[in-house]
């Protein structure tokens, strides 16, 4: 039995012995005949718990067993590894404290019955972690292709590699990829010598030469000045041409041509082969690109409906793992963090909050303060997030900022009570976006307090709440950036006068 539910089973017997009272003392046992946990002599515990399992099968509830050392109260249970026991043995001194079986019962139907909701519970949460498991190992993969789109474009990076391959390879003056369609047009050059024009032999390239290429949805070779095609499709260009249709299913939306100057040799068979193979190639790559793009789209719809099966059970909180992600990013930038840091804020600001989806309704929705026992289900939600995210193997290096981002710098905060540097970067980061956007956001009882609000709370509990170094940067990214709260909506004490 893992660390975790052994501490799971000795929460739930600490309530099973408070039920029963002083008068007996208590166990929790498996079918298997292994003693999970005991509060009394493990010896008498230990018999009784081999009578209940030698006892036939009976109902839901508590029963009466007899042992060779007197008189067991049981109720079967089921435990987070399979059937068990609740057990229950007067003490031999239990007279002065009283016996009542009508409260022993009612305990451990109690205890059994929220047992079986931890269960189902977290049979759920293994569903949906193998579901997010899925999910975000396609959703990293396009993430990462993304981060890198945002320093290069790789798709015309990779015509632009095709292309000089091509060029080079065919000895061409010029290797042009052209979708007129989308005014798009990619080169490479091998010049054997200057093209004075080439601009305009490329815008060339998109008009006749294109629509007679669709049209006869064949390769073009030009290699005499005198060929009686030339006139109409490539007019005043004394180049050689060969040009290539690249295809899209049955569609010829781009072309690929290569130019060369007349002194040089003419394309031949074997080049026209080549460019055909290239142009396949290409065909390839558009495809690859659109179905990154397809793709791209999909996880972010997918990402989009995670985040809204969180939000859906709160109408007034949604967009905060938005809002909150958007904060902790830029924070981020401001902070220079390395890049697998970045991406590791990215993924634990956008899902911290997704352990909030075992949290009822009632405690997670309710307007008025919340009991003692209410506000302990909201502060579960950080470990049901790790729970959830630590099925994910690309989630590793985010699971500490959405497990400890609600720990405190003074020590005082959960799930862990970490003070200071020992509460991991990513969670003070995200600590700072979190509370900067629960007092600005309105709820059911309260409407959104103002950026200058927001900032006096803040400093009050700087170095006691918030990371007082992270804290000073966020407010200076604030005053420095007043468009990013505007985008956000937030309110300042200015707009209210």
Known sequence: MTDTRAADLARYGRWLKR??????????????????????????????????????????????????????????????????????????????FGIDLDTVAETMADVAAT???RNSLGAEMDVLAAELAERYEELHLFYDIDRHLTKQDLGAEVLQDLLKSC???????VACFVRPAENLTVSATNLSKPIHNLDLVLVEMRGDLFRFVSSSRATVVLNDMKDSRRPYIFTDMPYK??????????????????????????????????????????????????????MRRFTEQMAAALIEAVEAKDPYTRGHSERVHLLSM??????????????????????HDVGKIGIPDAVLCKPGRLTNDEYTFIKVHPERSYEILRHVDRLKGALAGARHHQEKFDGTGYPHGL??????????????????????????????????????????????QLDPELLDIFLRLCDDEPAMLLKMGIRRECDDH
């Open 19 to 96: 039920g029963v009272g002083e008068a007996f003392s208590a166990a929790i046992g498996t079918a298997a005949g292994d003693l999970l946990w005991a509060d009394g002599d493990p010896a008498p515990l230990g018999e009784a718990l081999a009578a209940c399992n030698a006892a036939p099968p009976g109902g839901d509830g508590m029963r009466r067993l007899k042992t060779g050392l007197g008189v067991t109260y049981a109720s079967p249970a089921l435990l987070p590894d399979g059937p068990g026991w609740l057990i229950a043995v007067p003490r031999d001194d239990a007279a002065p």
């Open 115 to 117: 047992l079986a909701d």
């Open 167 to 173: 060029a080079e390879q065919l000895n061409a003056d």
């Open 241 to 294: 041409v060969l040009a290539c249709p690249v295809f899209q299913g049955l569609e010829m939306p781009a072309m690929l041509t290569l130019l060369n100057h007349q002194e040089k040799p003419d394309f031949t068979n074997s080049d026209r082969r080549l460019g055909e193979v290239m142009a396949h190639q290409i065909s390839n790559v558009m495809h690859m690109g659109e179905m990154f793009a397809e």
């Open 330 to 351: 830029r924070l981020g930038q401001a902070l220079r963090l390395r890049t697998e840091e970045m991406e590791n804020l990215h993924w634990g600001s956008l899902l």
């Open 419 to 464: 003070r200071g540097s020992d509460i991991p970067l990513l969670a003070r980061i995200i600590a700072v976006a979190d509370t900067y956007d629960s007092i600005t956001s309105s709820r059911a009882y309260r409407a959104g307090s103002t950026h200058e609000a927001a900032e006096r709370e803040m400093r009050r509990v700087s170095g006691t």
